[in-house]
Structures are given as C-alpha cells and as structure tokens.
C-alpha cells in the first residue's frame, strides 16, 4: 500500500520560538510533516493540495470505526471495516510513532472531518472522527467537533486552513491563541455549523510565528521586479525574529547587541527600557551579589550528652545582611541569625536564641534558657557553607 500518494506541499517558513518554561534552545531540531491528499478516484477533494502548513498536517479524508479514526490515501480501497483497518492509517499508531520520537512538544492537525466516502459499504461507521485523548505534550487539533463534519470549502483552501493559514500570520501567538482564533473564525463563518476543537497536554507556552512565503533571491546579474517588496518583507521578519530570541534575556548584552543591528527597529524602545532595567539589576547584583532568599540548615550531631539535631529555615540578605529565623524570637526553640556578607563571600555570623528540648543541650538546660554563639562562613554563588566550633561543633549551609 502506498501511504501518502499525490501529496502536494505548500512551502511557507514555520517559526517555533521556544517556551518560556521547558525549554528548548533556538538550535533544536524542529520538524513539519504536511500531507495533502486530493486524488481520490471516486470523491476527489480540490483544496487539500493547498493545505500546506502544520508539524504533522493532514487535510483529506478520515473516518472513525469502532472508535478508532483513521487517515484514508487516494488509492485506498475500503469495503469493509477489516480493510479499513489494513488500507487506511491508524491515527493512534501515528501519535504513537510521534511519542516514541521523544519531541519536546508534538503538534497534529487533522482537517479529516469531511463526509465519510465509504459511508455506503460502512454501514456501522460513525459520522466524523472520535476524540482522542492528546499524550503529555501533546496537542491534537481537529477542524471540527468529534462526530461532525467539516465542508472542503468553495476557495482555494478549506474553511479551516484558511482560519489557520491567517492566525499562523498573527507574530508571537501561543499555539492554543492561534487554535482559539481558528475556533472563533470558523464558527462566525459557517454560522456555527462547524467548529473546531483540540485536545491538548502541552505543559509549557509554545510561541508560533509564521514569516511571509519565501521568496527565492534573485539569480545573478537579475533584478528585482518592479515595485517588490522582498526585501523589506525579509527585513521585518529577521528583526522580528531576532526580537523574538532575545526579548526574555537577563544579561544587557542582548538588548545592546539588538540596539546596535536596529537602532531604529519596531522594538527599540521596548529594548531600550530593557537594557536600562537589565543593567540596574546587574549593577545592583555586583553590588550586592548574595542578596535573595536562602534557605538555612543547621546541624550539631551527638555531643556529650547532648542529642543531635537538624534545624531547618529561611532567611534572606538585603545589601548583603543576613537575617534568619526560626521559631518565634523570643520564645523556647528559636534561634536568629544575623551577620555582613562581604562581596567576596566572607561572613561572619551571631547566633542568638532559646533553648528548646533539654535532651539537646549539653547541661540539660531548661527549655527557654537563652544561648549564643558565633560562626564562620564563605557564600560562593547559590551556596554557602559555616562552621561554629564554640563548645559545640555545628555545621551551616545554606542555599539559594
């Protein structure tokens, strides 16, 4: 069996910036399979040709049997629900195989809802495709409802591509917006006949952005045609591009490095405000480079008679103070750290507070009997590390 015969491939540039929470790298690999099927011997279809656009894209006929949906080739020849299953291709198979490719994110469009051609021989087959439960990471969108059917359209694409084809042109939509405003457009437009429908377990924000076609650079020694507007087209769409790359960055080298390719750019004033916050922040960080909130622990093993216990807490450092609490100051099993980080990290920490269960004191101390002491500690990025050696070895750590 030939799977996809007489496929013909629209060719447009697919933009995939990567999500702001899981997140790929502007170098991975990123993959469109778009599947036309229009030559059909008994019910031709004239748009699916056109339909070029998508991760895994299949415009043409589908059908559901027994639950399952299946995508029918041209040559298909179905007769029965046993050739159905051996003739056509199984979409869970399919989101099967696209699993097993381990994809950070996995997008599939089925405009497969038209009539059921086979509908006479079938006569068991329910209308439309069933719903299908998208995997993490996942997101199945359909160009209408499960059990329903979607037209092939009177234009040179269907309903549904042509809604889509529009909101892939919109820069910088999350891929559920771009489906929302398919939903909206084709429902308007077919007085709410059709409407599409997607299940989707995608975990972080997909940012699709679709360029104009591409346009092939003229041959040596050729021009332009007259009034073209190429190259401003290509123009626009790199700096949108490089916009894109760099808009979420925390170093000030990003913004600069935009400045200076486009002074005059669309986002220039955006960058500049970016840079200028980017760069008090990274003035402030030399400044006081381990402020923030850091979680504390402190452990005194066995000692004498004294039981070993861990303490767990948080504190922060506000331009390089340390404060830490546990407990309620003042009250038995409290205890406050207060010390000067230095910009190399060097600290030197005072501890003061009242005793808690007097199996973990050296003396059997009474609850609430106030003690201190003072610790050593060096901050290196993220972490840091102290020691106390008064009386009582102690050991401090601290994270970030």
């Known amino acids: 069996m030939r799977l996809f015969p007489s496929i013909a491939i629209g060719v447009w540039i697919l933009v995939l910036a990567a999500p702001v929470s899981a997140q790929g790298t502007p170098e991975e690999p990123r993959i469109a399979l778009m599947i036309g099927n229009s030559a ?26 027994r639950g399952r949906n299946y995508l029918v080739p041209v040559d298909a020849e179905i007769d029965s629900e046993a050739t159905t299953r051996v003739a056509a291709v199984d979409v869970d198979l399919l989101l099967e195989q696209m699993a097993e490719a381990k994809n950070r994110v996995n997008v599939v469009v089925l405009d497969a809802c038209r009539n059921n051609p086979f509908e006479r021989r079938l006569r068991g087959a329910s209308r439309g495709l069933a719903a299908v439960d998208a995997a993490r990471g996942t997101l199945i969108a359909y160009a209408t409802a499960p059990g329903s059917v979607a037209a ?34 084709v429902t308007g437009r077919s007085k709410g006949a059709q409407t599409p429908w997607e299940s989707s377990s995608l975990t972080g924000d997909l940012i699709v952005n679709v360029t104009a076609n591409v346009i092939a650079a003229p041959a040596p020694g050729a021009s332009a045609a007259p009034g073209s ?9 790199r700096e949108a591009l490089f916009w894109i790359s760099i808009k979420d960055a925390t170093e000030p080298a990003a913004f600069e490095a935009y400045l200076k390719q486009y002074p005059e750019g669309t986002f220039a004033p955006l960058a500049r405000q970016r840079l200028a916050a980017r760069t008090d922040a990274a003035v402030a960080s030399r400044a006081a480079p381990f402020d923030g909130v850091w979680a504390v ?9 004294a039981a070993g216990y861990v303490l767990k807490f948080s504190g922060h450092v506000k331009d390089g103070v340390l404060l830490a609490q546990h407990g309620v100051e003042g009250r038995p099993n409290s205890l406050t750290l207060t010390g000067k980080i230095q910009p190399d990290g060097n ?27 003072r610790a050593t500690a060096r901050f290196e990025g993220s972490r840091g590390s102290g020691s106390k050696t008064e009386i009582r070895p102690c050991s401090l750590i601290f994270t970030r």
Not at 229 to 237: E, F, L, M, N, R
Not at 351 to 362: F, Q, S, V, Y
């Open 40 to 65: 059909y011997p008994e019910v031709p279809l004239r748009n699916p040709v056109n339909d070029g656009v998508g991760f895994f894209y299949y415009a043409g006929h589908g059908l559901q049997v």
């Open 152 to 185: 092939d359209g009177d234009g040179d694409n269907g309903l549904y591509t042509e809604e889509l084809l529009q909101a892939l042109r919109v820069p910088g939509l999350k891929v559920e917006e771009v489906f929302k405003r398919v939903r909206l457009g």
């Open 229 to 237: 507007t190429a190259a401003p087209a290509v123009t626009a769409d």
């Open 297 to 305: 622990a402190i452990d005194c093993p066995a000692h004498g008679r």
């Open 347 to 373: 600290a030197t920490i005072a501890a003061r507070g009242m005793t808690g269960d007097p199996r973990h004191t050296l003396n059997n101390e009474t609850a609430g009997t106030p003690y201190g002491y």
